[in-house]
């Protein structure tokens, strides 16, 4: 996956991980995003193309403490935007 650092102060969809090791460190996320308007609308849903496997080793890239963790060790999330409610919606799992 190409990431190109876009600002932009509009809405954002995409992917996230909350990554709490439960070691006592400071638990925090990490995401890959674009900006609303750059996501295309099919049938009025709007969400990355990608999965969460398809870009956890982009995230390793970026991130190297999360080399030794597969893409579902961490709780995980999505965030799409639906035209007919006009609200975005977040979708999470965690590991059972």
């Known amino acids: 996956m190409d990431i190109e650092p876009i600002p932009s102060n509009e809405p954002r969809l995409g992917l996230f991980w909350f990554i709490a090791k439960g070691d006592r460190r400071p638990s925090r996320f990490t995401s890959i995003s674009r900006p609303f308007s750059r996501i295309l609308e099919v049938a009025g849903f709007k969400t990355l193309d990608e999965g969460h496997v398809d870009v956890w080793p982009t995230v390793q890239r970026l991130d190297h403490t999360l080399v030794d963790y ?17 609200i975005q919606s977040l979708i999470a799992v965690h590991r059972r």
């Open 70 to 86: 597969e893409y579902d060790y961490f709780p995980r999330g999505r965030a799409n935007w639906r035209s007919w409610f006009a």
